[in-house]
């Protein structure tokens, strides 16, 4: 059966700052998604959390962008922006860039990562969400459990793989329209490295099996600040990661996230964190941060989802949670010296470059040749 899976995602407000949605918010969600699977719109659904971002996991066979199933979310977000409101919550609507909706999410704020599947007789698959970070904070973990024998022993040991698998890969400072790279591992493995490195602007959209053709993981690319012009919070991607099989296995799709890679976000959207992969439903915190990953696996069958189990809810990711911490205060003790705070043209609020641009009219140029 063909089904799609399409998670979109939005800050609609939260509680004590930037750190949760209220329950009041969640139970808004929940409510619509049901109704929603009433209605026949959506064969299932489940609404999460990962700090203030609220996650809508959709299950329908109208395949992606389709304008009823993203108009059911915006109209969702719409609907948690206004109890945000009623609460007085801290940044009601914040990813609600646009005023009305045009026919897609893509563009208007909230982040949307969907794949059309012919599902196998046993589909199991992983919603990754992420918050106070951009997209690019999935370049490294799905190119190294895609790519990288370190973390997929498949492609050395599952003749399935061994073909490996092509990236499709966005440019996202070109804001016009989208413009899209495609790449395949092993023949063009450093051609991708070479891009990837630069996560700010090179980021995947989506990884296909060579083999086969299937589509093995999709994420989503929006960046708001290209959107909005200015910055109105960081972008908190998701992705959806198919595994098992012909794919890397779950393990391997989360093994590249014990490295608690750096990445640009945290407070402000402007400083350079470690990654911590975290549970369901965890807020956000220190120094508005950390970054946070969390990760849900569940199976489809017929559309029908399981119940999702949470997959860094395990010991193992108690070590990890303690390393991406200690890796966060040794990168914070540097304060607002680079590369703790992020480069220039990344600075997500204006203050840095209006102070530049006033300090740059004092600058004096001795010995200047005389014209
Ligand atoms: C990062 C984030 C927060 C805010 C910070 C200031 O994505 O959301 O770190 O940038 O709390 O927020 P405002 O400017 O809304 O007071
Ligand atoms: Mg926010
Ligand atoms: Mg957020």
Redesign the pocket.
């Known amino acids: 059966m063909k089904v799609t899976i399409s998670v979109i995602k939005a800050d609609t407000g939260s509680v004590g ?2 750190n949760r949605p209220s329950d009041a918010m969640v139970a808004k969600a929940k409510e619509r998604v049901a109704e929603a699977i009433k209605s026949k719109l959506l064969i299932d659904g489940h609404v999460t959390f990962t700090g ?1 971002d609220i996650a809508l996991l959709m299950t329908h066979t109208r395949g992606t962008d389709n304008s009823d199933v993203h108009k059911f979310a915006w109209d969702t977000f719409v609907e948690t922006t206004k109890v945000a409101k009623s609460q007085g919550l ?2 009601a609507g914040q990813d609600l860039l646009k005023d009305a909706f045009s026919g897609n999410v893509r563009g208007m704020g909230p982040g949307s990562a969907e794949m059309e599947i012919e599902e196998r007789p046993a589909e199991p698959f992983i919603v990754f969400a992420g918050d ?1 970070c951009g997209p690019g904070v999935f370049n490294h973990p799905l190119f190294s459990a895609h790519a990288d024998p370190y973390h997929n022993a498949g492609l050395l040991l599952a003749p399935d793989m061994q073909a490996g698998f092509t990236f499709h890969i966005m440019d996202v400072n070109h804001t016009e329209n989208d413009k899209v790279i495609t790449l395949k591992v092993p023949n063009d493995y450093y051609d991708i490295a070479c891009l990837l490195r630069d996560p700010n602007r090179y980021i995947i959209e989506s990884v296909v099996e060579n083999a086969t053709g299937l589509t093995a993981a999709v994420a989503s690319t929006s960046r708001l600040h290209n959107i909005a012009g200015k ?1 109105v ?2 972008d ?1 991607p998701v992705a959806i990661v198919r595994s098992q099989k012909q794919f890397p296995s779950t393990g391997e799709i989360l093994s590249p996230w014990a490295l608690a890679q750096f990445t640009l ?5 402007s400083h350079h964190v470690a990654v911590m992969p975290v549970k369901q439903n965890t807020i956000i915190s220190f120094f ?2 950390p970054t946070i990953m969390s990760a849900a696996g569940y199976c489809v069958h017929e559309g029908k989802l399981t119940e999702a189990v949470d997959l860094f809810d395990q010991p193992f990711w108690d070590v990890i949670r303690e390393k991406a911490s200690k890796k966060t205060l040794a990168m914070r003790e540097q304060g607002f010296f680079n590369p703790a705070m992020g480069p220039q043209d990344e600075m ?2 204006t203050g840095v470059m209006e102070n530049l641009k006033r300090l740059d009219a004092k600058f004096v140029k001795r010995d200047e040749p005389a014209k």
């Open positions: 700052g930037h203030d801290y940044g106070k910055y919070g960081k908190d976000g945290d407070n402000r959207g508005d941060g997500e609020y």
